[in-house]
């Protein structure tokens, strides 16, 4: 197989990756009445803990107390951010809820970048929310807006913990035993939210279904593909998330967006795309030796 052919090929893996993400999100959304935002949390971070657990057999022991530590504080990431996310999916559009969330990364991205450019994509990203709320504002729920922007500000704490657990434990071991922390933590605020509509095995298996589909195959994929595909070009895909997230509201939840609001969704990609070659730049300008 040629770069150019391997490459390709995992471009397609993201996007299908991406797909996958969000055809998970919208049957999130198609569960909500029957087990409330939280009931699916729990069964997502529970399945997709179990899953973990079976793939990656991780040692309990010779880990250290700060490996633990982040263990947690990994877990409990990723339990506040699946909740609200959730939360925010329950009130808003999922291309909005998405968009929103994204600018955690985005934020992170323009800091981590240094440069006076980087604070321009900023202004466009402003922008680019300023014009969601152009298609009406009186159409975002606003405690949905407060819950997509703390899923926001956790997704940025996620890529901080989720690199300090890769540098503490070894392959999958890390993900696995914090997706097991994260899935105890979001336990009870589950079985409240569910009921007794957790022992029917149908929506059990449906609920495997969001952990599959939102989780391990995205996972797997996004693995896969980073083997041949350089880490900004896979920043850059993952930024087409409110795109591919707006698609799967309109053909499968039926959610009709404003032309502002797809305006604004296309402000905050192109926001992304332009932070992450900034960032990249700097980078690169860093690990150029000086005089």
Known sequence: MSARTGQNAAILLVVTGLACQEVG????????PQTGPLGIVMLRLAFSAVILLLIARPKLRGHSRSGWRAV???????????????????????????????????ALSI??????????????AFAGVLALGGGGWE??????????????????FYILASARVGREFPKLDG??????????????????????ALLRPGLLALGAAVAVL??????????????????????????????????AGWLLLGQHLAWLEIVGIGLVIVASI????????AAQEAAEPIG
Do not use: H, K
């Open 25 to 32: 999100a919208a049957l999130a959304v198609v569960l909500f």
């Open 72 to 106: 947690i504080a990994f877990g409990l990431v990723l339990a506040t951010m699946n909740g609200l996310f959730y939360l925010a999916l329950e009130r808003l559009p999922l291309g909005v809820t998405v968009t929103i969330e994204v600018l955690g990364p985005l």
């Open 111 to 124: 800091v981590a970048a240094r440069r006076a450019s980087a604070w321009a994509w900023a202004a466009v």
């Open 139 to 156: 159409r975002l729920d606003p405690l949905g807006v407060v819950f997509a922007l703390g899923a926001a500000a956790s997704w940025a």
């Open 175 to 196: 993900l696995a035993l914090a997706m097991t922390v994260g899935a105890l933590v979001a336990l009870p605020f589950g079985i409240a939210s569910a009921g007794e």
């Open 214 to 247: 939102s989780s391990t195959i995205p996972y797997a994929l996004e693995l896969i593909a980073l083997r041949r595909l350089a880490a900004s070009a896979f920043a850059i895909l993952m930024s087409l998330a409110p795109a591919t997230a707006a698609l």
């Open 274 to 281: 332009g932070a992450v070659r900034s960032s990249q730049r």
